[in-house]
């Protein structure tokens, strides 16, 4: 086997699922900076996408939005769960709720609300891909990068701090 073929097989494999082609293809623009991450298949409802699982198709991971056609994200995800155990499932959300969040928790999926952060995503991605095979590494791909956040996110929290002093009690 010569190097690229088993570079690409190390590869964290990503299927999306959502029917927002332009959020598809926002995050397939993020996921494919990280050298780590191949898109591995695209779908924009649950039904082609459940069809796929008996066959060779194997995601590492699946994206998936859980306001979709023909069938809800978390029923999608439920399928997914009972005929691949090992498939790590992040739900996505528009309209974030108590609800779909204790349903992403009942059958262990990570829950986020679209807009996050490319790096969040990542991080989702990269560190459960991380604990499942035994390796540990940084999570970004650069300490400066990492640093560049750090400083963003503190930057964001003393504005924010700022802010509240104006409030009324």
């Given at each position: 086997?010569?190097?690229q073929?088993?570079?690409?097989?190390?590869l964290?494999?990503?299927?999306?699922?959502?029917?927002?082609?332009v959020?598809m293809?926002s995050i397939?623009e993020?996921?494919?900076?990280?050298?780590r991450?191949?898109?591995?298949?695209e779908f924009?409802?649950?039904i082609?996408f459940?069809?796929?699982?008996n066959?060779p198709?194997l995601?590492?991971?699946?994206?998936?939005?859980?306001?979709?056609?023909?069938m809800?994200?978390?029923?999608?995800?439920k399928?997914v769960r009972a005929?691949?155990?090992?498939?790590?499932?992040i739900l996505?959300t528009?309209y974030?709720?108590?609800?779909?969040?204790?349903a992403?928790?009942?059958?262990n999926?990570?829950?986020i609300?679209?807009?996050?952060?490319?790096?969040?995503?990542?991080?989702k991605?990269?560190?459960?891909?991380?604990?499942?095979?035994?390796?540990?590494?940084?999570?970004s791909n650069?300490?400066?990068?990492?640093?560049?956040?750090a400083?963003n996110?503190?930057?964001?929290?003393?504005e924010?701090?700022?802010?509240?002093?104006k409030?009324?009690k």
């Amino acid at each position: 086997m010569n190097d690229q073929n088993s570079s690409k097989q190390s590869l964290i494999k990503v299927s999306i699922i959502d029917d927002d082609m332009v959020y598809m293809d926002s995050i397939k623009e993020i996921l494919t900076q990280d050298k780590r991450i191949h898109i591995y298949r695209e779908f924009n409802s649950a039904i082609p996408f459940i069809s796929q699982l008996n066959s060779p198709f194997l995601p590492d991971v699946c994206l998936i939005d859980i306001v979709l056609p023909e069938m809800s994200g978390v029923d999608c995800a439920k399928l997914v769960r009972a005929r691949k155990s090992d498939i790590h499932i992040i739900l996505m959300t528009a309209y974030p709720s108590p609800e779909s969040f204790a349903a992403a928790k009942e059958i262990n999926a990570d829950y986020i609300q679209k807009g996050t952060i490319g790096e969040v995503i990542i991080d989702k991605i990269i560190t459960h891909h991380n604990e499942t095979t035994g390796r540990l590494l940084s999570v970004s791909n650069s300490k400066e990068k990492f640093n560049e956040i750090a400083l963003n996110i503190i930057k964001q929290f003393e504005e924010m701090q700022k802010n509240f002093s104006k409030l009324s009690k």
